[in-house]
């Protein structure tokens, strides 16, 4: 990469560093989403961003970081001990067949960011079991049988199979307007959400659950208090 690269993306880094310092004096949250890869769950949140009304500079996604559950927390909490203009940070990761799943989660529960003037930082992990596609599953149905790999597939092959049985019978990872195909079914895929974690937690297992309707929610929330402050 030449200097003139350098110099250019050095830039573009540091003017968005600047419009979320403007983002803080706004009266809402600047959140930061971070997800394992740059198809699916970008795709979708950014979509939802987008019908929402909000912007880039106070909800900013990305999916720069690898495709693990530990490269997720490392690099939110990269981006924040770089720039904290963040309050909240939400780590958008899948259980899958990820051997770091567990060390992500004692990362994210155990590290204590601030902003920069001191104050906590929301740090979250937005888990998905066995992957996010069981939160787009869940708009079409409730569904607790447990997901498992075989030899010919993974345990996420297997929830986008069943996805493609029925909701969304053309999706692949990357699929664009994911959100408007699923959007008028949220309420009940939240609420199947709710359901399926009390269900596994009676239970005593994690699979299949989902805690996407979480970050959802708070986004409409968000969304909500920029209505009301005009």
Request: proline share 6%; glycine share 4%.
């Amino acid at each position: 990469m030449g200097s003139d690269d350098l110099f250019r993306k050095r830039k573009e880094r540091t003017k968005a560093a600047l419009r979320r310092k403007k983002a803080r004096r706004d009266p809402l949250a600047v959140v930061l989403i971070v997800c394992e890869d740059e198809k699916a769950a970008p795709t979708y949140f950014a979509d939802l961003r987008d019908k929402l009304g909000l912007n880039a500079h106070n909800v900013v996604i990305t999916g720069e970081c690898g495709s693990s559950p530990d490269s997720v927390a490392r690099e939110a909490i990269r981006r924040v001990e770089q720039e904290p203009d963040f309050d909240r940070v939400y780590c958008v990761i899948d259980r899958d067949q990820h051997n770091d799943y567990d060390k992500a989660l004692n990362r994210i529960g155990s590290k204590r960011l601030r902003t920069r003037s001191g104050e906590p930082v929301l740090f979250k992990a937005v888990t998905s079991v066995p992957c996010f596609e069981y939160w787009l599953l869940l708009h079409a149905r409730y569904h607790t049988a447990p997901f498992h790999p075989t030899p010919s597939r993974s345990p996420c092959a297997a929830v986008i199979a069943e996805l493609k049985k029925g909701p969304i019978p053309e999706y692949e990872k990357g699929l664009q307007g994911v959100y408007d195909r699923t959007k008028s079914r949220l309420q009940q895929a939240i609420q199947n959400a709710k359901r399926a974690l009390k269900a596994a937690e009676a239970a005593g297992t994690n699979n299949p659950t989902t805690r996407v309707h979480e970050l959802v929610a708070a986004l409409f929330e968000l969304a909500e208090k920029k209505n009301k402050t005009g």
